[in-house]
């Protein structure tokens, strides 16, 4: 990875829980703590039936699931839009492309040219072992997918080289502002 | 309104036409001709039940609306992060301010300290105005209602002083970004 971050890793295991539960974790101390403010987007539902009964709340009788058309966590830290997706796979060796859809990494292009930071945050589950890898360095793994012998998964190797290895740690569970600072030193701040 | 824009009027009418729909319709537009990636966020549904049926997709059962803890849309632009809420009345001389709900002024103004970019979007739906009115403006107004004898809604007078006013037009149908633009104007660009 391109600068591991200090060794801090849980004594207790965390393998009860997900990706997301991290990330909203995460998320809820960066926001208690007044460092960013990201959400997780709901997940879209498109309701068909809704009952109202007399005294009590309405109920959604009828609803499937939507696909999503962006992303999963979006938000603001230091002025800067902050826009991400998190996918965990229990493979061990690399990590298939096929978690990202098309109109995702389209979503995060036209992010990236508005001035928008963005990023996949992926998990290998069984390793415990999470990174963070940058819109850039995954578009060009996304669209050599679709070359002769292209390949539909990232091995693990080039991952460890091309993203940053993110240490649990006690309190925020995944630090990832701490990658984001790094992405941010590196850009320039007029997009007017 | 502080600075009127060119009125367009439709000639045709939109009164069949939610906030909402002209909204996302804006917001097409804008993503269409790559000016700025701005969404409406799904509505926040709690899922108890979900039936898989063989063959075809999930089907959800039973399921209920949360309470939004955020705003309606958000998205970035010009390097910035927007996010706004959208509300209309049928009130013809005020806006009621039980509209909105404390968590979503505490979260605009948490954006804000950010250096996000976070308004409101209203609209007389009877008289077919719309306004653009700055959290910094609305939060002076939600707090005087606490005080003795605060109002409990905003007079469209007030609103006509401090907001924005939007011309519908042909396309995109609520140019807000406009105004958007005289904010980032006003604002200082460096947030790190
Ligand atoms: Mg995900
Ligand atoms: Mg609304």
Redesign the pocket.
């Known amino acids: 990875s391109k600068k591991p971050l200090s060794k801090k890793k849980l004594s207790y295991s965390n393998r009860g829980m997900s990706?997301?539960e991290d990330l909203n974790q995460t998320n809820e101390y960066y926001r208690l703590h007044n460092q960013a403010i990201i959400h997780k987007k709901p997940i879209p539902i498109q309701v068909v039936n809704v009952n109202y009964p007399r005294r009590s709340a309405a109920k959604i009788t009828e609803a499937y699931y939507r696909k999503?058309s962006t992303?999963?966590y979006n938000g603001v830290y230091r002025g800067y839009y902050i826009d991400f997706?998190?996918?965990?796979t229990r493979n061990k060796t690399s990590f298939p492309l096929k978690?990202f859809h098309d109109h995702q990494l389209e979503h995060m292009k036209k992010c990236v040219e508005h001035g928008g930071i963005c990023f996949v945050i992926i998990r290998f589950s069984v390793l415990l072992r999470v990174f963070l890898l940058e819109y850039s360095d995954l578009a060009v793994l996304w669209e050599k997918q679709f070359e002769a012998d292209g390949k539909k998964s990232i091995p693990l190797k080039t991952i460890e080289k091309l993203a940053y290895e993110l240490d649990y740690t006690i309190a925020p569970r995944l630090p990832y502002l701490t990658v984001v600072d790094q992405i941010i030193d590196r850009m320039s701040h007029d997009y007017s």
Not at 85 to 88: G, L, P, R, T, V
């Open positions: 990706l997301e999503a992303t999963d997706e998190a996918k965990e978690n």
